[in-house]
């Protein structure tokens, strides 16, 4: 066997137990009784370790040696290109720190599940500080073996080829625009009437609702599921994705949209190319691409008047019981385009979602990059609410800096994804837009010309080309922030 085949051949065997770890994590979240954390943290620790020593056995440097100078079509070189990056990120960090983070992290998210009820930073903060602490070694060890700052180190995890020179270009453009813009909409929706869900949406309901609308997203449910957890996800692997979404009985508007923004980043799951299964050619680009999935099936297309025509005419048919006026499309339109300054980044509106991103991004940056302390993060975060959304957080840790899942193990570099993904998702939409009347594949409620665009532009491409090349062949060029304000300012004003 070639060398390139022994690692293909080794690298199907790490797929199957990540997709074991995929599926335990997916049930921890969702249905695991809470006394079951102790032992399945122990579990995950160890399948962790597990997995890192498959990622780090010696001789996978001689088949890395052998294979860069075997015949390799495109396709072949793409797979050893991605299956040579995760090697060299996997084995660059000691056996002991991988079970020690994993440990920590999920002591710290278990945890936090009641700590954030009570808005007990002082417990959060004891977990969190191993975490932080070890997270830091983590940067630093990936940062000597990349040549990057501590902080890009953890960024290339998740955006391979972004730095936070890029990112503090991109995000500081945004910072000039975005905070006029939303005052701008705010008061032009001031004199607007609208009605706002009132009385109980049964989750019974609201689950029935949100499954005809992954219908209508062509979700495969031979291949996935809907469930409940206490922070929306979407898990599993493409022939078995996990998505969940929250319900809150007093209304219906968030949970719906959610399971919108869920089944975005199933679907690109369940469109990876099938020949690369279990290879890392095969899998997502990076989270700001993944994140591109989901918010244009909920921005760009689950926020469009076409789709809120589907939305209000399937929420009148499950919510009987209800004011038909509240469902109407002209008063859904309201729900869906409201811009409010408010607390939470999950339930924020398209418009003032970049600055809860921003915000978080520049708070993990100085504390990975060791310019801050963790004890600093509450006070920073209250100063920066106030800066960018005029609101604050002093003493409000659950609605402040505890309101998240992705740093209680350790998630940092993660946050940038949500804002880079709207910028990809808007750029998407106007470049499909040229050759896909995409109202008219909306509005018959047959929206495989949509689907069919990104299948071929973005689902099938896996991992095959860097981001910058993926967006380029897709759009004609790379990231390009002025088609999100562009988006933004067409649809608010």
Known sequence: MSAFNKLKAHAQKVSHFNHLAAICGWDQAAVMPAGGNQARSEAMAELSVHIHGLQTQPQLEEWFADAENESLDATDRATLRELKRQWQQANVLPESLVQAKSLAGSKCEHAWRTQRGNNDWHGFEKNWAEVVKLSQEEAQIRAEANGLSAYDAMLDIYEPGTSSASLDATFGEVKTWIPDLIDQVIDKQSSEQYLAPQGQFATSKQKALGLEVMQLLQFDFEHGRLDESVHPFCGGVPTDVRITTRYDESEFVQSLMGIVHETGHARYEQGLPKALAGLPSGEARSMGIHESQSLFFEMQVGRSDAFIGHLSRLANK??????????????????YTRVKKDFIRVDADELTYPAHVILRYEIERDLINGDIKHTDVPELWDLKMQQYLGLSTQGNYKNGCMQDIHWTDGAFGYFPSYTLGAMYAAQFMASMKQ???????????????????????????????TTDELVKAATGETLNAKFFQEHLRSRYL
Request: charged letters at 15%; a negative charge.
């Open 435 to 465: 050759s896909v009347d995409v109202d008219s594949a909306i509005q018959s409620g047959d929206l495989s010309p949509i689907f069919t665009w990104l299948s071929d532009n973005i689902w099938s491409k896996g991992s095959l080309l």
């Open 318 to 335: 499950h919510f009987t019981e209800h004011n038909p006026e509240l469902f109407s499309q002209h008063n859904f339109q309201k729900l």
